[in-house]
Structure formats: C-alpha cells, structure tokens
C-alpha cells in the first residue's frame, strides 16, 4: 500500500432490489468507512441505481428528507434524457425500501 493510497476492507450485506422497473442496490455504510463516503456512516446506505452509469449517492433512508424527489433528482442527476424512471418513481421505491429496512430491524431487537 502506498502513502497515496487508501484502503478500507469491509465485508457486508448487499441488498438488491426491483420494484416498477427500478432496479437498485444498497451497500450499508459503516462508521469505519465515514472518511470514503462524504461522512456518511452507520445508517447511510449508498444506493446505486443498477444500469444507469455514474448514479450512487450515500443516503439515509431513515431521513423523509432522503426520499424527495427533487432531492433524488439532483443528487442522482435524474434530470438527464435517457432515464428509465422518474424521481418521483425513485422516491416511492426508496420508500418501499425504508419500510423493509425498518421490519428488518425490528427483527433484530
């Protein structure tokens, strides 16, 4: 490894989703990755929207503020011809997701 190099090895959970034709996959952030992500951590998940080049963003999907749809459409660039789906469709499917996450946790505790 060299000085201008850095490197974080983090073994976790992909998540892969499909709803309406939005294909999407979630990568959970951890703390210990924080310094790569633009200071997200634990809770962030950086969503990458599957066959649509240069679309990741880390979001909080706990945050209402993560699933607007004038939100998504700038951090994700969804403003750009070409796109199979809206903001506004990107938003709903978040929202399926932030539930399943939630029950998910739920069964953790």
């Not at 499909?18 to 951590?41: H, Q, Y």
């Not at 929207?49 to 963003?57: K, N, R, S, V």
């Not at 951090?75 to 932030?98: M, W």
Request: no cysteine.
């Amino acid at each position: 490894m060299s000085p201008l190099l850095q490197k974080h090895i983090a073994h976790v959970a992909v998540r892969f989703y499909r709803s309406g034709g939005v294909e999407l996959a979630l990568v959970p952030l951890l703390a210990e990755s924080a310094s790569f992500t633009r200071s997200a951590g634990d809770g962030y998940f950086l969503v990458a929207l599957i066959g649509e080049p240069g679309t990741a963003y880390p979001l909080d999907l706990r945050s209402p503020a993560s699933l607007d749809p004038a939100y998504l459409a700038a951090k994700f660039r969804l403003d750009r011809r070409g796109f199979g789906y809206t903001p506004e469709e990107l938003a709903a499917v978040l929202a399926l997701i932030a539930e399943d996450l939630s029950r998910e946790e739920a069964l953790d505790q």
